[in-house]
């Protein structure tokens, strides 16, 4: 089970269609859905487990990532993965590197405040992967719903000739969204974290119980968070699914978005809004324990 280092190596083995999914590696079922989804559409599969460091504002947060690159590489290959390819930081930023993406519109509001140059390291190095390996497709969590506007939106604007693909947010099995972050969580602040998910949840179901004022509906995912005082509440807001704009009314396609800080680790979730259905989308539970946690 090889890991390759480069684009020309990687290139030297594609076959036929292309399918792309990048991650910043710990993987979860989360991943382990996207590189299914490309394993049925696509000839080939490649996972880049790259963790980015242009996209993370803060240096510690950076450095306590997860990383284990050769359980990735077993669990990537073990779903039907055909290429692994895991650069390093030199590779994808050489000396004298000196342009970036930046995407107006989607990155501005939400993340864009709160992590200021974030998307700019995201379509950058998403930018880099799909010049350097032009694949047919490329796959995204609906868990990183402003992400996907913003790539998205790359996409469209700067005519890369690809389909961007996204599936459902997967959760853990007591709803928590799954992130590689997760493994950082203390488990006393565990029921905090969940707290996040209540929200969620308890906003959803007015919305579904016919409820359309926004005040109304995202005061309801707040109140699990404001009664807590070890969550630190970053921002919840209404948005538009394609432009990641705050929204003022139901229309369209929205999401329902929470970040929050619990402990050391910040945490993003949201459900998908479908407004012309009336119906919410609040992901996939696991039924058994994540194999983020090993056998411990
Ligand atoms: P990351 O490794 O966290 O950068 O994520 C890599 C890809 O996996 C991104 O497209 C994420 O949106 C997606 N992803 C992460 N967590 C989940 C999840 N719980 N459910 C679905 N997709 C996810």
């Known amino acids: 089970m090889t890991v390759l280092r480069t684009f020309e190596e ?3 083995m594609t076959e036929g269609s292309v399918g792309l999914v990048p991650t910043m590696g ?5 991943h382990l859905r996207l590189i299914e989804a490309s394993v049925a559409e696509n000839d080939t599969t490649v996972v ?3 963790v980015n460091p242009t996209q993370f504002g803060e240096q510690r947060d950076l450095s306590s990532y997860p990383r284990d690159l050769e359980r990735d590489v077993g669990l990537a290959y073990g779903v039907g993965a055909d290429i692994v390819l895991a650069p390093s930081v030199d590779y994808m930023y050489p000396d004298g590197a000196s342009t970036t993406v930046a995407v107006a519109g989607a990155a501005e509001a939400m993340e864009g405040i709160h992590r200021p140059g974030h998307f700019d390291g995201v379509a950058t190095v998403v930018a880099r992967f799909f ?7 490329a796959y995204f969590g609906r868990k990183d719903a402003q992400q996907l506007a913003v790539v998205s939106s790359m996409v469209r604007d700067l005519g890369f000739p690809l389909t ?11 709803g928590l969204a799954l992130s590689s972050r997760n493994v950082r969580i ?4 565990r029921p905090s974290a969940l707290r996040i998910w209540h929200g969620l949840m308890a906003g959803a179901s007015l919305y579904e119980s016919g409820v359309r004022s926004v005040p109304e509906v995202l005061a309801t995912v707040s109140a699990p968070l404001d009664d807590d005082w070890k969550v630190e509440v970053e921002y919840i807001e209404l948005a538009d699914a394609m432009t990641a704009r705050p ?7 929205q999401f329902l978005a929470v970040a929050a800080t619990v402990g050391h ?6 459900v998908v809004i479908d407004n012309e259905a009336g119906t919410v989308e609040r992901g996939t539970l696991l039924s058994s324990r994540s194999i983020l946690y090993g056998d411990s």
């Open 26 to 30: 710990f993987l979860h079922e989360g």
């Open 131 to 137: 010049a350097g390996l032009a694949p047919d497709r």
């Open 164 to 174: 961007v693909r996204s599936i459902p947010t997967v959760r853990e099995m007591d």
């Open 265 to 270: 680790v910040r945490l993003i979730d949201n």
């Open 247 to 253: 929204a003022g009314h139901f229309a369209g396609m």
């Open 186 to 189: 203390e488990p006393r602040l």
């Open 10 to 12: 990687v290139r030297s």
């Open 48 to 50: 880049t487990v790259f």
